[in-house]
């Protein structure tokens, strides 16, 4: 068994910023990682992803991106390049290929089993990320098996799916880009629309999230929002990015030919039912993104960006016909299913009690009850962007120096 002062669960984004912090720090640790650097970005993404995010906010502590098209989108293929180089910037104890079996309390320390044999270690940070598990309902096993079921981690290009129509259940971004895609490969697509957020990609000229960033949205504190849980469940923002800067959002796609169904509510061997509720949630993310925009109008009168009280270049609302709230499977001309239904994680090597009845990790700021374990890269962490790759940094940051202070200092992990 190699003993070892910090084993790092995860080679993505939050563990290699948190090798980094821990490296800058000197604290001995290694990185375990069960594929290859990135692995997810490189294996569980479809073929046109693009980031959200623009390029210059692609930022982790000592390194960001300084290439020629800060405004642009990164590619899958372009993050891994990044997290790559900036593995590369300070050589991280990375092992891949290692995949974690166990991780246990032994009396003040803590044991990782692993495929490449076991680490003794003071403390554990897991960073395997918020994007787990696919989330599917249970009714998605009363289906039929004519029709073809397929998640976001398994979807790669229309092409693998069959002929004939596709229903895509979720509207948040991942599911309005598939949907938007499935449709300009000549499908006939109807999506169902639960909570989501609606954004401009650009406002008043610049990209939504210039707008959020330079406000300090993105870095709000855990203790700057009346519901912590609430700001946890937010769904991602409905944007995509492509060099055009366009905008997609529920308009686009009805306009474009899409059919909008409200909420799933179950389905069965005979068809799928629907909620009536999508001109609630319409309005809903409507009147959210006008307080945002009024937010933004305020700050950027303030700060001199915007000159005036013109409105005008606000998106209008969205109304939309939506479809029956039952479809029969065989009149419809739907084939497949895509879950577009986000992600739950899973630790079945976690042998520490310090998970809720839900299965999710109990922390306060990534700081866990169990002495030495801690956790990264979760959603809203310490920061509204601790998820994200631009906002994960000065998560690792504040918790390496809780590390290096509980290594070194008393039993107390206060941070």
Known sequence: MRNVDTVVIGGGQAGLAMSRC?????????????????????????????????????????????????????TSAELVSLLEGYAGSFGPPLLTDTTVQAVTASGESLEVQTTRGAFRARAVVIA???ADVPRVPEFASRLPGHIVQVHPTRYKRPEQLPP?????????????????????????????VGHHTRLPR?????????????????????????????????????LVGRPDRSTLDLGVLSDAGVALAGGTLGADADGVSFGSDLNAQLRRADDKLWRLLGRIDAFGRRAGLIAGQDETLRPEPIRAPSVAPRLHWKHSGIRTVLWATGYRR???????????AQGEIVH????TPHPGLYVLG?????????????????DATELAAAIAKYLGGPTSQAA
Do not use: C
């Open 202 to 238: 650009v406002y008043r000229g610049r990209d939504i999230l210039w707008w959020l960033d330079a406000m300090g949205v993105l870095r709000e504190s855990k203790d700057q929002v009346r519901s912590l849980h609430a700001a946890r469940e937010q769904p991602s923002m409905q």
């Open 378 to 394: 979760l959603p809203f962490l310490r920061r509204r962007n601790s998820s994200f790759l631009d906002g994960v940094g000065a």
């Open 346 to 356: 899973q630790y079945p090597w976690l042998r520490v009690g310090v998970l809720d």
């Open 164 to 192: 004939g129509g596709v229903l895509v259940v979720g509207a948040s971004a991942t599911g309005v880009q598939l949907a938007d895609e499935l449709h300009r490969s000549g499908r006939p697509v109807t999506l169902s």
């Open 128 to 130: 395997t990320g918020h």
């Open 22 to 74: 821990l490296t800058e720090r000197r604290v001995e640790h290694v990185v375990l990682e069960r594929g290859r650097l990135a692995e997810r970005w490189r294996s569980e993404r479809w073929d046109s992803l693009m980031l959200l995010t623009p390029k210059w906010q692609s930022r982790l502590p000592g390194y960001r991106y300084t290439g020629p098209d800060p405004d642009g989108y990164a």
């Open 364 to 367: 306060d700021g990534g700081v």
